[in-house]
Every structure is written in structure tokens, then in C-alpha cells.
């Protein structure tokens, strides 16, 4: 079982409380996802192969290193999974991206799937789960066992806000997948929600209450 890797660090505790805040409009909200989203790729990808390169500078002839991008596939969780997208483009431009059509049941609080098309051969990539909250951790343990079904076997999940619930359950079902998050909260309430939160994240991102 792995330890979850929570960003302990004064501009991310910064950027998480303007994103809490319900004063913080649309526009913002969508930003500071995208730049703390940015800070997890950073973290999640500190074991990063790296192949040398050698390149001609203005003075001279030396030896880079280079990251073979084509080995990483985004999978975000439908639909708030997808405001963290753009960050991680922004750090790996060429990385393959998927989808994961999952709702919650608000009577049973149980995922249920409504859409699945990823990139071929998973085996030989690096995945990258995306979902801004981990409350229950009913859709990222259900999103995670579809993509080992489809041959993952490297994957990690990266998320802005978890809860003790969620982290619990990823790692009793998924004790090899390494969980990044921008800040651990306290509990979920009595309707699954992350306490103290940020309320829905999907509906923040996309302005639909």
C-alpha cells in the first residue's frame, strides 16, 4: 500500500483557499484548477524516464535528456476530471488523453458508467487518473479497475482535494496505484461530500449552479 503524496506547500495552500472560497468566480475557479493540477503533474512525474538527447546549442554540441511523452495517456473522470486537463497539457503537450464517463448515484452514492474510449496499449504507458475530488473513492477505484481490465498496470491518480474516505478505499483495492493531492481533507458529511470542501467541483468548473 502506498502513502498518498500531498503537496505541502505555501502556494498551493494559497491557490486551495481561493478555490474554496464561494466568492471565487468561474473564470477563476477554472484557473486555479489548471495551475495546481500543473504542480500535481510536476510531483507525479518526479520519476520520469529520461533518454538522452544530443543537441546543438548557439556555442556547442552537448548531451539533454529527453521524456518520450507518447508514454503517458490522461484519463480524466467525466465531466470535472476534464478541468484538470489542460494543466497537464501544458506540461507534457504530447501525452494520449481518454475519457471515463462516471455519475454518482445520489440515492446509493454508487459510480455508474456512461462512457469508456481510451488510447491503445495501456500496458505500455504511464496512466494518469484525473478527478478533482476523492470523496468516496467509489469512481476513481471503478475508473481505475477499468483500465487495469483494459491492460494498465502503471497508474497513478491525480486529484485537487481528497478525504480520508477515499484515499482509504484506493488504497485497500488498489494498493499499487500512487494517489497525488493538493490537500488531504478533514471527513465527507452524511451526502458524500468532502468537508470543508470546495461543494461541487464540476459544477464550478463548468458554471452549472
Known sequence: MKEPVILNHPLIKH???ILRSKKTGTKEFRELISEISTFLCYEATKDAKLEDVEIETPIQKTVGKKLNEDNY???PILRAGTGMLDGL???IPNAKIGHIGLY?????LKPVKYYYKVPKNLAEREVIVLDPMLATGGSGSDAIKMLKEDGAKNIKFLCIIAAPEGIKRIQTEHPDVQ???ATLDEKLNENGY???GL???GDRIFGTK
Open 179 to 181: 494517489i497525488y493531492c
Open 15 to 17: 491557490k486551495i483557499s
Open 194 to 196: 468532502i468537508m470543508p
Open 89 to 91: 497539457i501544458k506540461a
Open 199 to 201: 461543494g461541487d467541483a
Open 73 to 75: 495517456a490522461f484519463i
Open 104 to 108: 454518482r448515484n445520489e440515492e446509493t
